[in-house]
């Protein structure tokens, strides 16, 4: 009888343990949270990519040089935001964009049989129904970069300000009548090398931006004697994502 026992016992012994370490097992599972908190980037970065819609206006026109119908443009690319303090809301970005713009207005931009450009105004009694040029340029932003953001803030006040640097690397003239179109892509006159200066401000996702050209668009060209010195000023909404 006391050999059943101390037989029983071992069994009860052996095969308890197993279980006592699985409910051990189980509970320490159990005593896991559902959710891990999640970990705050103290090395966080903003508005890393951009987007904006502007509408465009021509300045510093020749009095016989209008601008008709709808002028826009759109934008878009890509800054490298640097902060310069440890909250992070103070930075240096630079970046590379695509941008392109639309400008309807009067002014007739052809060539001569010799090649030589045209510029000429369209008065009202010529038949026509299109006249604009448009551009496309590859872009370089250097922003001055102020925000309230935080690394658990989303919606924040901003205001970035800088310069634009950008090349022309696609230029079409555009001029359609009954019966009749002229395209142009090569003016000699055309300065391909853009600089302007850029406003931004707004809270969370609506932004207004500004940007003016630093420099003429067509800085050697004439009509009727007088310098064609176009300078461009854009105005819109610029969004934000990352």
């Not at 308890?16 to 159990?30: C, D, M, V």
């Not at 630093?214 to 004697?225: C, E, I, K, V, Y």
Request: with cysteine; hydrophobic share 40%.
């Amino acid at each position: 009888m006391n050999k059943l026992l101390k037989i029983f016992i071992c069994l009860f012994v052996v095969f308890s343990l197993p279980l006592s370490a699985q409910t051990e097992e189980e509970n320490r599972i159990q005593s896991i949270p559902d959710s891990v908190p999640s970990v705050i980037d103290s090395l966080y970065r903003e508005d890393q990519f951009y987007v904006g819609l502007t509408f465009n206006l021509i300045n510093n026109k020749p009095d016989a040089i209008s601008q008709s119908g709808f002028s826009g443009g759109i934008h878009a690319g890509f800054t490298r935001d640097f902060p310069l303090n440890k909250r992070r809301n103070i930075a240096i970005a630079v970046g590379l964009g695509w941008s392109l713009n639309s400008y309807s207005q009067n002014l007739f931009i052809g060539e001569d049989e010799a090649g030589e450009s045209i510029f000429r105004e369209l008065t009202n009694d010529i038949d026509y129904s299109t006249n604009r040029f448009s551009t496309q340029l590859v872009e370089a932003p250097l922003e001055f970069r102020w925000r309230t953001s935080t690394a658990e803030t989303y919606k924040f006040w901003r205001i970035y300000t800088g310069l634009r640097f950008g090349y022309i690397y696609h230029f079409k003239s555009n001029f359609v009548q009954p019966g009749n179109q002229v395209v142009q892509t090569d003016v000699p006159e055309l300065d391909r090398f853009r600089m302007g200066a850029t406003f931004t401000f707004g809270f969370n996702t609506f932004n207004f931006h500004l940007y003016y050209s630093l420099n003429s668009l067509f800085p050697d060209a004439q009509l009727n004697g007088e310098t064609i010195d176009f300078s461009v000023f854009r105005a819109g909404l610029m969004f934000y994502i990352l």
